[in-house]
């Protein structure tokens, strides 16, 4: 068999393809038959070859979804903002980005799912592999610039993607009342850290986003 001169474009495809079918069919109602079926002449083994289960296609989607307008990237080299203020405006466009339409259908796909333990761990290296560096790097800034005041930015990086699953109903069953607390915690948590990154504005459109 030839092998394949161009793996990163058959990656995409898949990725593109699965995708697409989970937003159209839900993850659950789409099998590897089904992305086979869409990719136009690629076998089972070649998404076998790049993808060992299901679960893994779904974490890479995950991937390129932060990492296509990474907001961290975004607010980098912008000069005009100190570290803490990049780091809130970083947050604030990813919480635009997360709320858009398709973005918001493959999280409401994934959380159900998080009940399953392997596709627990992958978003959970998910998000330790892409998160926790992006946050590091701008709290060590912040941290340069005096714009915030703590020895744990490595500990904060680390913490800030575990909050992510801790505010997720299917690992954490919560009412909405008590998600909101949950939020107004993390904020007073934070603020009190001497990191305050979660500003008024954010805490009140996550509620509205909650509704």
């Given at each position: 068999?030839?092998?394949?001169?161009?793996?990163?474009?058959?990656?995409?495809?898949?990725?593109?393809?699965?995708?697409?079918?989970f937003?159209?069919?839900?993850?659950?109602?789409?099998?590897i038959?089904?992305i086979?079926?869409?990719?136009d002449?690629l076998s089972?083994?070649?998404?076998?070859?790049?993808f060992?289960?299901?679960?893994?296609?779904?974490?890479?989607?995950?991937g390129r979804?932060f990492?296509k307008?990474?907001?961290?990237?975004?607010?980098?080299?912008?000069?005009?903002?100190?570290?803490l203020?990049?780091?809130?405006?970083a947050?604030?466009?990813?919480q635009?980005?997360?709320?858009?339409?398709?973005?918001?259908?493959?999280?409401?796909?994934?959380?159900?799912l998080?009940?399953?333990?392997?596709?627990?761990?992958?978003?959970?290296?998910?998000?330790?592999?892409y998160?926790?560096p992006?946050?590091?790097?701008?709290?060590?800034?912040?941290?340069?610039?005096?714009?915030?005041?703590?020895?744990?930015?490595?500990?904060?990086?680390e913490?800030v993607?575990l909050?992510?699953l801790?505010?997720?109903?299917?690992?954490?069953?919560?009412?909405?009342e008590e998600?909101v607390?949950?939020?107004?915690?993390?904020k007073?948590?934070?603020?009190?850290l001497?990191v305050?990154?979660f500003?008024?504005?954010?805490?009140?459109n996550t509620?509205?986003?909650?509704?």
């Amino acid at each position: 068999m030839a092998r394949n001169k161009y793996p990163e474009q058959t990656v995409e495809k898949i990725l593109d393809v699965s995708e697409r079918l989970f937003l159209e069919k839900g993850y659950d109602n789409t099998t590897i038959q089904d992305i086979v079926d869409s990719l136009d002449g690629l076998s089972k083994g070649a998404i076998y070859h790049h993808f060992d289960s299901k679960e893994a296609i779904l974490s890479a989607i995950e991937g390129r979804i932060f990492s296509k307008d990474n907001p961290f990237k975004i607010v980098e080299n912008d000069d005009s903002l100190n570290g803490l203020q990049k780091l809130q405006t970083a947050i604030s466009y990813n919480q635009k980005k997360q709320s858009k339409p398709d973005n918001k259908k493959i999280s409401n796909e994934i959380i159900p799912l998080l009940k399953n333990p392997r596709i627990l761990a992958s978003s959970i290296e998910s998000n330790r592999k892409y998160l926790a560096p992006e946050f590091y790097k701008l709290l060590e800034e912040a941290k340069t610039d005096n714009s915030i005041s703590t020895p744990y930015t490595k500990e904060i990086s680390e913490l800030v993607p575990l909050l992510e699953l801790w505010m997720m109903p299917s690992v954490f069953p919560a009412t909405q009342e008590e998600m909101v607390k949950k939020l107004e915690f993390i904020k007073e948590l934070f603020d009190k850290l001497g990191v305050p990154i979660f500003t008024d504005e954010y805490i009140e459109n996550t509620k509205r986003l909650l509704k």
